[in-house]
């Protein structure tokens, strides 16, 4: 029969639990496996954010300023997944439920704080863990594998994605276009890239690249593998690095993560590893000045996976390869295996100073402005 104490005790709790509608986690000595079970149940209740990825656990994160991390520089604004620290989850913990412990002294029951030991084993069940898993990142409408159409924000329990828009934010897309609603997509395609002069022509091969890029980039975690794009002119100011943009633009709605080709291997398959685990949609090597050969990069490129050690960490972890990898630079040269992996388009606007020919519009300006429709052309196509 309960005391008098233990019963003004369980009304004190039903008077908490009724006031947030968390639940009560009592901390004892001794009973590691409970805790642990209760605190991911706890994360579950809360809708904490919190997912497994390359047996990891990881949140997503929105930057709010620019930043530059191990070489990758960022925009504000942009959407990436984060592994969650211990310090992180204890608390996530303490958010997602109300921690108690019965405190000798006083003869009573006292809040306290998610034990770390509880966290740390937390983190340390891989292949335990029931949180969801998150294959990706999406700033917009795509394309889930089977061809059905992903436009709804949030978690997407078909796809594994996480969709980082807003409702309402696009336009409606017909999932069922037809032939001549995708020529008519084709051609405000074409139209995107008027004011970029491709060797060849508007209609040529080298036009027809930069579309596919745009496709490729709206709609990547649908295909297992695809190859990267490169950008090339035959001189300074031809409107490389606008043309990437653009392509970054439509998928993102912001510049595309940027990063230069580094001269040590090893480094730069960490950095490739990094971009990966961050799920960026879209990147950008930009003003590469040697011939491209890298064995990291051809993996990406033909894996539907990669894994590899995580800089700083002495840890493996294997995350899907959907990103879309664009290349800028004058006179770009791919050798060894990367010769079949590259789709390479090249501007040529033919005069003797190409940054000072005058344009029409502001390609950046443009796309932010028509953002939705070409979205909606982008995924009509495929």
Excluded at 29 to 41: I, S
Aim: glycine residues 8%; charged residues 20%; proline residues 6%.
């Amino acid at each position: 029969m309960a005391t008098d104490s233990k019963i003004v005790e369980l009304q004190q709790r039903f008077d908490r639990e009724a006031a947030d509608n968390r639940r009560t986690i009592e901390v004892c000595n001794g009973e590691l496996p409970r805790l642990v079970n209760q605190a991911e149940a706890a994360l579950h209740e809360a809708h904490a954010g919190i997912y497994q990825r390359g047996g990891m656990l990881v949140r997503i994160v929105r930057l709010d300023a620019n930043t530059v991390t191990h070489g990758v520089r960022r925009e504000a604004g942009s959407v990436m997944i984060q592994p969650v620290t211990r310090d992180y989850l204890v608390l996530a913990l303490a958010r997602a439920a109300v921690w108690e412990k019965f405190d000798g002294r006083s003869r009573a029951v006292r809040p306290v704080d998610p034990p770390p030991n509880v966290a740390g084993a937390l983190l340390s069940c891989v292949g335990e863990w029931t949180f969801a898993p998150l294959r990706g990142l999406t700033a917009a409408p795509t394309l889930r594998t089977d061809g059905t159409l992903l436009d709804r924000p949030g978690y997407d329990v078909a796809s594994g994605l996480y969709a980082a828009f807003l409702a309402g934010e696009f336009p409606t897309i017909n999932p069922a276009p037809t032939r001549d609603e995708a020529l008519e997509a084709l051609d405000l395609l074409d139209e995107l890239f008027s004011e970029c002069v491709f060797a060849g022509g508007s209609r040529s091969a080298y036009s027809s690249v930069a579309v596919a890029a745009t496709v490729t980039a709206a709609v990547r975690h649908a295909l297992p593998t695809a190859p990267a794009f490169g950008i090339s002119a035959h001189k300074q100011g031809s409107g490389k690095t606008t043309a990437a943009r653009a392509i970054a633009h439509v998928t993102t709605g912001r510049d595309p993560p940027v990063l230069s080709l580094s001269d040590d291997e090893a480094e730069f398959r960490k950095c490739l590893l990094g971009i990966l685990m961050a799920g960026d949609a879209c990147v950008l090597i930009d003003n590469v000045s040697k011939p491209v050969d890298s064995a990291a990069l051809c993996a990406v490129l033909t894996s539907a996976e990669y894994g590899d050690r995580i800089l700083g960490v002495n840890q493996k972890t294997t995350v899907p390869t959907a990103a879309t990898w664009l290349l800028t630079g004058n006179h770009l040269e791919f050798v060894g295996d990367l010769t079949s992996r590259v789709l390479l388009s090249v501007l040529d606007p033919e005069v003797e100073h190409p940054e000072a020919r005058p344009f029409k519009r502001d390609l950046a300006a443009y796309v932010a402005e028509n953002r939705g429709k070409l979205l909606a052309a982008v995924l009509t196509v495929p």
